[in-house]
């Protein structure tokens, strides 16, 4: 009888395999990706429970008071699952460095760069989707992108004084009145399914955004011209460039590649951390990502790539057209000896160059290789940095992104600076929204952490 019932267990614990690996494949090859993420989920709510019951009274780190006086820099205090980023080796996507994802993710056709809706895929579930999966994501959000019409009214009637990143963000709260997750939450759901009404609304923010986006671009700078409808054969930034007004497909190409490179950036920075944290209070993703944007808007996060070329048009100015190296570090020595910096250049977490700028300068290279604006930008690569060094008080003298994404698009004739920052946030929503969605479904808590005084430090350091 025993042999019997070990036969039985053996068949089985045999076929429960048989059907999990059916599942497996069957989830990897679908072009539905709620149903894949769905698979993935119970996996990584287990993988998270262990781990956090066997090592969570374990130290990760300590804090220093200057780390709490200085913006928090180097506390390992979140837990993000989307990207990681590494001082030496940058930006990581699940794994996956930017050339990595350049090789494997797929592209559009007739284009050469990876298409976002292939990152956002990756970002959310960890995997490398097939053509097919990313066809179906481009037209899932086509299938979505239609804005409410209320929230055409109000980016209509706001007056064109108005900043673009201020009627974005006005627009992202406008559209909260769609929520899915408002009205499941209202109807008292229980927790364990949040995620799903979070994946929706996230899913219809993505979709909406480079709607609401162009709308604000023709009304500020095409004298109110109406966008075109969404084309549901093309993908994602296709779609977002032809409401622009744009139809160079080597443009196109390289929209595609600028909402991959801004998507994501591990959880620390302004408007990852912010949408993170108003998230934990359980509001929507509508809410939750203009908190995000308002962050985005301040010149020390998203206004830089402006910064960068206010600086370079100043540079000129005073320079002239051809520059030479010894002209050049004279006006980068009196920039810094004015109490200024180099825009461009250095990185809170990056001590090496950023591989986002590398990316770009591939493009550069390839495309406009001549352009006098990216000639210049090469030529402050040359020189910035050894000043930098020899001044002494940069960790990282090394570009990032925003020293070049300004000069490619200048080039290609999107000039309007004031609404770079706009296109910065509707690449952002990917990775914010992918991991908001997995704060809902491992259940993340409201953020709260401990504040204290600086009598408080003091008594505690015995300092009198």
Known sequence: MSVVNNISRKILQNTKSLVSSIRCISSSSSTNLRDVLEQKIPEKQEEVK???????????????????????????????????????????????????????????????????????????????????????????????????????????????????????????????????????????????????????????????????????????????????????????????????GYDDKVFIDLIRLYLVLHSDHEGGNVSAHATHLIGSALSDPYLSFAGGMNGLAGPLHGLANQEVLLWLTRLRESLGGEVSDEQLTKFIWETLQSGQVVPGYGHAVLRKTDPRYF??????????????????????????????????????????????????????????????????????????????IWDRALGLPLERPKSMSTEGLKKLMGAS
């Not at 460095?97 to 990152?119: F, M, N, S, V, W």
Request: proline share 6%; glycine share 6%.
């Open 50 to 244: 262990n781990f956090r019951k066997q090592y969570g009274s374990h130290v990760v780190g300590e804090v220093q008071i200057d780390m709490m006086y200085g913006g928090m820099r180097g506390i390992k205090g979140l837990v993000t699952e989307t990207s990681v980023l590494d001082p030496d080796e940058g930006i990581r996507f699940r794994g996956y460095t930017i050339p990595e994802c350049q090789e494997r993710l797929p592209k559009a056709p007739g284009g050469d760069e990876i298409i976002p809706e292939g990152l956002f895929w990756l970002l959310l579930t960890g995997d490398i989707p097939t053509d097919d999966q990313v066809r179906a994501l481009s037209k899932d959000w086509a299938d979505r992108a239609a804005i409410p019409s209320h929230v055409s009214q109000m980016l209509n009637n706001f007056p064109t004084t108005l900043h673009p990143m201020s009627q974005f963000s006005a627009a992202i709260i406008a559209m909260n009145s769609e929520s899915k997750f408002v009205e499941a939450y209202a109807k008292g759901v229980h927790k364990s399914t949040y995620w799903e009404y979070a994946y929706e609304d996230a899913m219809n923010l993505i979709a909406k955004l480079p709607t609401v986006a162009a709308i604000i671009y023709r009304n500020l700078y095409r004298e109110g011209t109406a966008v075109c409808p969404i084309n549901t054969e093309l993908d994602w930034s296709a779609n977002f460039c032809a409401m622009l």
């Open 359 to 436: 990316a770009q300068r591939e493009f550069a290279l390839k495309h406009l290789p001549d352009d006098p604006l990216f000639k210049l930008t090469s030529q402050l690569y040359k020189v910035v940095p050894d000043i930098l060094l020899e001044q002494g008080k940069a960790k990282n003298p090394w570009p990032n992104v925003d020293a070049h994404s300004g000069v490619l698009l200048q080039y290609y004739g999107l000039t309007e600076m004031n609404y770079y920052t706009v296109m910065f946030g509707v690449s952002r929503a990917l990775g914010t929204m992918a991991s908001l």
